[in-house]
Every structure is written in structure tokens, then in C-alpha cells.
């Protein structure tokens, strides 16, 4: 029986677990948090997929095997609805023995076998993966495993707010009045915002919330700023089969046209101050330079991949996104397309030129923003197929880009 240690238990590593379990394999997930600790901290959000489209059938029959009540296939529900009423019973369904909760996996190696040794060879796969890990209270310890899925998604990674994607000058003297993400404005952030002069960096739906949600707020003013030029910053999608993100965009889109929201197009921020409690912005446009006197920033700019973790395996990641090198060449001939319509890719697609190492989830994306949870169960799946079938006494799998 073949060993899977998978890293991070969010929504994909959970559903890697039971999954694996299934199939025959000895399972282990290490969490350095608590279960799902980013699905919190956006637990505040309402999601635009239905609970059917988030979860799995797997997972669904388990809970219901246990007599759980879950949510209805078509609800759409929060995060923290989402995490209270279905990931978290997923993780008190495993063994005592399979999840460890603040338990950080902080380097892997090979036994025996450097970074640079039998490059691109499926020889590596014959020795056992090395995982540093460190728990709460300091010990640290080796683990080790056949199979590693890296599963630790790209939440805690926001990308820079400056031009050219790095951060800008003035960026971490002003921490305290930027926020990374979307705020929670009617619970825990909501006296930060309310009547506070408030800029927003970053199109998509991550943005489109964070407006509206200010304008329901009560901000004095509401600034909205866009790397592209677009007369309207939310797409709208014809007949769209998510009618939440519909009403999402034609809302955000209309607070625009009636003025309540200031958009700054094709914009860039080249500095921020610090001015008596104000924050005076630097904004360049390619015609134009010039300040903008606000309190909070909120930056809506996506996330990128943690890449430290793997560093000393061989591992392949598109130069232009940073997630899996081959899935990352397919998707990018689907810029630009609805995420629904983004087609499921095989196991081939999420391997590296590391044996018996893969990248699933949001992070096999990397900056990539189209990525559905029900994408990453079809992912699960198919590298589990495709372990089964290559299942023996050596596993030995390399990414074909190499051969």
C-alpha cells in the first residue's frame, strides 16, 4: 500500500483524503492551521456555485452514511456556511490518526537524492519522499511518503498592489490601512469602512464585491481602480447559469454609470504616503499623473503560489502564471472564458518532472483566476485513477514534457 501525505486541509485536501481512503491507499493530511482556515476567513462572502456544484458525491454519501443533515443541492451558501456544514464534517469523519491540524510541512526533499541528481528521471521516484514538518508547540519531525499532493492553494499569497505587479513604495509602511481580500463589511470590518474615503485595486468579482459592498456600507467615497481600460469594469455574461454572479456584475456596473463609484481606468498606483491619517495615492494613467487623498485601500489584485515549499524537488511551473507547467500551456488557449466552461484535463496535466508529486487545487492554477472547486474534484479523481492503475512496487510517474 502505497503512502499519500497531502498538504493543506481546505476543501480539496479534504476530498483527497476520502477519496484516497477509497481507493485503498494509507492517507495523511497536514494542516497548519485549523481545517479550511481560508474558506474562514472569506466565510463572510456568498458563494455564486450552488452547494451541489462545491461538493461531491463521495462526500455527500459519507456524511449522509453518518446522518447528517446537509444543505440542499441548489443552496448557495457562504463560506462559513460551506466550512460549518460540510468541510468540517468532513474532517471529523477521518480516522483520529489521518488529519494534523497546526502542523506546518515547512520543506520536502528525497531520500538520498539532491535537487539536481537523475534530472527528469523516473529513478527518483524509488526513494521515499522526506517532509519536514513542525507542530504547535515547536517538536519537529520527518515524515515520509510515496505520494505527495500538494493541496495549500494560493489564499495567503496576495499579490503586489504597484505597478509591474510588485509592491508599491509606501506599501508596508501603510499595512495597517490596506486590506488583502474582501472585508467582511457587515460583521468585524464593517466601523473600519463606514463613512471612510476607500479605494479598491483589482477588477474580476473579488473587486465587484468589495464595491458594492462599500456602497451598502455607507463609505463617504467609493474609488474603484482598473489596470485595463474598460468603459465598464464587470463582464457580463450573457445568460449566465450563476445568477448571483450576474447580479454581481449589472450591480457593479450600475454604481459605476450612476456615479456612486469613481472608476479609474487603466491606472496603475506609483506610490503611498502617509499624511496626517490620510493616504495620499499616486495614480498614473498613460496620459496622466495624479493624487488621490483617501483612508483605506482595499486590494482585490488575486493571489499567486507559495512556490518555497518544493524547492528542492524537481518540479515544472509555467513562467507567465507559476502553476502546473502543463495544465498551465492548456489553459492559457482559454483566457478569457467563462471558468464553466473551462474543460476537465488529465493526469498528465498536474505532474512534474518530480515522480509522485502533484499539484491539485487553486495552487495547480497559480495566478490563474478561473478555478471551480468542482475542477479540482475532477483532478482528484483522475490522478487517483491514474495511481491505481500505475499502482506495483515502484511507482514511477514523470511529467512527459521532460521525456
Known amino acids: 500500500m502505497k503512502r499519500i501525505a497531502i498538504i493543506g486541509a481546505g476543501p480539496i485536501g479534504l476530498e483527497a483524503a476520502i477519496a484516497a481512503m477509497d481507493g485503498g491507499f494509507e492517507v495523511e493530511i497536514f494542516e497548519r492551521g485549523k481545517v479550511a482556515d481560508a474558506v ?18 463521495r462526500g455527500r454519501e459519507r456524511l449522509e452514511r453518518s446522518g447528517a443533515s446537509l444543505p440542499e443541492s441548489n443552496e448557495l451558501l457562504t463560506g462559513a456556511e460551506f466550512r460549518e456544514r460540510y468541510l468540517l464534517s468532513l474532517a ?7 488529519l494534523h491540524e497546526d502542523t506546518a510541512v515547512l520543506a520536502i526533499g528525497r531520500s538520498g537524492v539532491l535537487k539536481g541528481d537523475h534530472i527528469g528521471e523516473s529513478v527518483r521516484g524509488n526513494t521515499r519522499f522526506r517532509m519536514l514538518t513542525r507542530n504547535a508547540t515547536g517538536d519537529e519531525r520527518v515524515v515520509n511518503a510515496d505520494v505527495i499532493l500538494d493541496c495549500t492553494g494560493t489564499y495567503t499569497q496576495p499579490n503586489g498592489l504597484g505597478d509591474g505587479g510588485i509592491p508599491a513604495p509606501g506599501e508596508g509602511a501603510a499595512r495597517d490601512r490596506i486590506f488583502y481580500g474582501i472585508p467582511d463589511f457587515i460583521g468585524r470590518d464593517g466601523k473600519r469602512f463606514a463613512g471612510r474615503r476607500v479605494l479598491v485595486v483589482g477588477a474580476g468579482h473579488s473587486g465587484a464585491t468589495a464595491v458594492t459592498g462599500l456602497v451598502e456600507l455607507g463609505s463617504a467615497e467609493t474609488h474603484w481602480l482598473l489596470r485595463r481600460d474598460r468603459a465598464l469594469p464587470s463582464e457580463e455574461i450573457p445568460d449566465d447559469p450563476l445568477p448571483e454572479r450576474s447580479r454581481l456584475a449589472a450591480k457593479s456596473n450600475r454604481l459605476v454609470q450612476e456615479g456612486r463609484v469613481t472608476l479609474h481606468r487603466a491606472a ?17 494613467t498613460p496620459n496622466d499623473e495624479y493624487s488621490l487623498v483617501i483612508d483605506e485601500i482595499i486590494v482585490a489584485t488575486g493571489f499567486r503560489p507559495d512556490l518555497m515549499l518544493a524547492r528542492e524537488l524537481q518540479v515544472q511551473t509555467c513562467w507567465a502564471t507559476e502553476g502546473t507547467y502543463p495544465l498551465a500551456a492548456s489553459l492559457l488557449g482559454e483566457a478569457g472564458a467563462d471558468c464553466l466552461k473551462t474543460p476537465a484535463f488529465g493526469a498528465e496535466m498536474l505532474m512534474h518532472p518530480e515522480p509522485n508529486y502533484f499539484t491539485l487545487g487553486m495552487k495547480s492554477y497559480g495566478r490563474a483566476p478561473n478555478f471551480l472547486l468542482r475542477t479540482g474534484h475532477e483532478q482528484i479523481e483522475t490522478v487517483l485513477d491514474w495511481l491505481s492503475e500505475k499502482e506495483s512496487s515502484t511507482i514511477t510517474i514523470t511529467s512527459r514534457s521532460t521525456r
Do not use: C, Y
Not at 474562514?40 to 458525491?57: D, E, I, L
Not at 496603475?268 to 498614473?284: D, F, K, M, T
Open 92 to 98: 471529523r469523519s477521518l480516522p483520529p490518526d489521518v
Open 40 to 57: 474562514r476567513q472569506w466565510g463572510h462572502v456568498k458563494m455564486f456555485s450552488p452547494f451541489g456544484m462545491n461538493s461531491t458525491a
Open 268 to 284: 496603475s498606483i506609483e506610490s503611498i504616503a502617509n499624511l496626517n491619517g490620510a493616504l495620499p495615492v499616486r495614480i498614473a
